[in-house]
């Protein structure tokens, strides 16, 4: 049995040390666009949305050293997708529409910002009035 545990500590940490050559896309794309917001709100969405809603992602230290690398570089992907502040003004009138109805009602019942990514980002945090004021703003644009 000790054996046992021996080999799979060794194949552990053989495949912690092999997932680091596996490249992450931690890129920024140079494409920044106007505010979507007015002031307040626009504040709000960079405090609490940017990093995965952006093409200015601050990559913490530990987005650096994989698995964290892969997750976190996959949680951007994924958030650019779904809507990019960074190219709002690209979006034509019917995907804003969509985009705006989707984020009163992700930030409205609490979806967004993702609960994991607040331990390590407490000022991402939104308080009840930020939440409203941000559904707010998208309930109106």
């Not at 307040?40 to 405090?47: I, M, P, T």
């Not at 650019?80 to 690209?90: A, H, I, L, P």
């Amino acid at each position: 049995m000790k054996q046992v545990f021996k080999r799979l500590g060794l194949a552990l940490i053989v495949t912690l040390i092999g997932i680091q050559f596996i490249p992450a896309d931690k890129s920024n794309p140079p494409e920044r666009g106007a505010d979507a917001a007015p002031g307040e709100v626009q504040a709000l969405l960079r405090r609490a949305c940017f990093d995965c809603h952006s093409n200015e992602t601050v990559w913490p230290w530990y987005a650096q050293i994989a698995p964290g690398s892969l997750l976190i570089a996959r949680d951007v992907k994924k958030g650019r997708k779904e809507v990019n502040f960074s190219t709002w003004e690209k979006y034509d009138d019917k995907r804003k529409a969509r985009k705006l109805k989707e984020i009163a009602k992700q930030v409205g019942r609490g979806g967004m910002p993702l609960f994991y990514y607040l331990p390590l980002h407490p000022d991402a945090k939104l308080a009840p009035a930020e939440r409203e004021l941000i559904v707010n703003w998208a309930k109106q644009s």
